[in-house]
């Protein structure tokens, strides 16, 4: 694994942004850089919509969210000093299973990414326990690379 081999994995909020824009300090002089903007894309839940047409266009509107999160992510880390042929952007579909973290974990191993950048979104201890945590699942089972929580 690469250390210099950087995923950064984000959700289109404030916590992935502000886990871009650490990442973006500390990596915007380096050289030798590759980052790789990680967005794990789910469809919206289709019982939540009462027409197809409306689920589909929910999903059209997700989905250029993505792309409109990832361009500005990609504008912090130029503005701090990296090199835009050393930003790649990767979007996964996932259904419910494997987890966001073992999706994560799973193009991490693929990619010989020797770091991994995520935001934390700051789950109480009992939320985390209801609902789990992307973050703390990462580091408890990441592999041969450096994890970075952001919060």
């Known amino acids: 694994?690469?250390?210099?081999?950087?995923?950064?994995?984000?959700?289109?909020?404030?916590?992935?942004?502000?886990?871009?824009?650490?990442?973006?300090?500390?990596?915007g002089p380096a050289q030798g850089v590759r980052v790789t903007l990680l967005y794990i894309e789910r469809a919206p839940n289709r019982d939540r919509f009462e027409t197809e047409d409306a689920w589909l266009n929910q999903c059209r509107l997700d989905h250029q969210g993505v792309f409109d999160?990832?361009?500005?992510?990609?504008?912090?880390?130029?503005?701090?000093?990296?090199?835009?042929?050393?930003?790649?952007?990767?979007?996964v579909l996932c259904s419910t299973e494997p987890s966001i973290a073992q999706t994560i974990l799973d193009v991490q191993q693929e990619g010989g990414y020797g770091t991994l950048v995520v935001g934390r979104r700051g789950l109480t201890k009992g939320e985390e326990f209801l609902f789990g945590s992307v973050s703390t699942k990462l580091v408890h089972n990441a592999k041969n690379c450096a994890v970075w929580v952001v919060q």
């Open 1 to 27: 694994m690469d250390f210099r081999n950087i995923l950064i994995s984000v959700d289109a909020s404030d916590n992935a942004l502000r886990a871009v824009e650490y990442a973006a300090a500390i990596l």
């Open 69 to 91: 999160f990832l361009a500005k992510a990609r504008s912090v880390l130029v503005a701090a000093g990296l090199a835009d042929g050393a930003i790649s952007e990767r979007t």
